[in-house]
């Protein structure tokens, strides 16, 4: 029998510039913290060096140290544990979602909305699929940060249960992330969890967190404000599709098609 509840944990955090090792330590201090059952651990977007377009330097592989790395926090922790990194494949960079499951097994999104303003897109190769991932009885989607911008993309067309968002979300545009997380759960009548970094990078962009997680209906389960902290939330399907009964708003959804 699945379970009805999924419990989500997330670290905001400020980021050591371009610097992985530290950067686990960091993460993996405040993984040593939760003390109490957790199904999944939600890290931030290029979470080992932060938000850099010096991918040939930072890069690594799919075998490489931060993927043993997150699955050996899967396995120590019992969960899954999902964020993004630099990843080198065949000649390409991309700023890739790895979501690692208890017994390391993986599945990866490749953020398909290159950050254009910062030249993400001349660096990295956008992605092209979206992914549902399938988890102790929820559907969950991934994304990664400029995707919170593009509604069409992420349209709950698979009903899945949670929307998920890893960013590196600066100050100035941070009334877009609050609003636009509200928005991505209202008109998918799902969960969303958003969770966002601390600090001042190499380029002086501050990071405010805003981390969050919002109920199907948008309301406000946790915000993270600015302040460094693990937190969690617990979501329930039944209450999920309980609302999707009464409200079946995405029977009535446009029907269409996302081209390359």
């Known amino acids: 029998m699945q379970p009805e509840t999924l419990k989500i944990a997330w670290i905001q955090t400020d980021l050591e510039w371009e610097n992985p090792a530290v950067n686990w330590q960091r993460m993996g201090q405040k993984i040593a913290e939760i003390t109490t059952a957790v199904d999944l651990i939600v890290l931030p977007e290029l979470f080992t060096t932060g938000f850099t377009m010096n991918a040939q330097a930072v890069a690594e592989t799919m075998q490489g140290d931060t993927i043993a790395w997150l699955q050996q926090m899967a396995k120590v922790k019992n969960c899954a544990i999902t964020g993004s990194l630099v990843i080198k494949e065949k000649g390409n960079f991309y700023n890739r979602l790895v979501f690692v499951f208890p017994n390391g ?122 302040k460094a902290e693990l937190a969690w939330v617990e979501i329930n399907k039944k209450e999920l599709l309980d609302f999707r009964t009464r409200f079946a708003f995405l029977a009535d959804q446009d029907r269409f098609t996302v081209e390359d």
């Open 105 to 226: 097994d993986l599945k990866t999104y490749d953020k398909r909305h290159l950050f254009t303003l910062a030249g993400e897109d001349k660096v990295y190769t956008a992605g092209r699929d979206k992914l549902i991932i399938d988890y102790k009885g929820f559907k969950i989607c991934p994304l990664i940060c400029y995707d919170l911008r593009f509604p069409v993309f992420s349209r709950n067309t698979e009903k899945y249960d949670l929307l998920l968002y890893v960013a590196n979300w600066p100050s100035p545009r941070i009334a877009a992330w609050d609003a636009l997380l509200k928005a991505r759960a209202i008109e998918n009548c799902c969960y969303v969890v958003g969770v966002n970094r601390l600090g001042i990078d190499a380029n002086a962009l501050d990071y405010p967190g805003h981390s969050q997680g919002i109920d199907f209906a948008g309301n406000l389960l946790h915000d993270s404000a600015s």
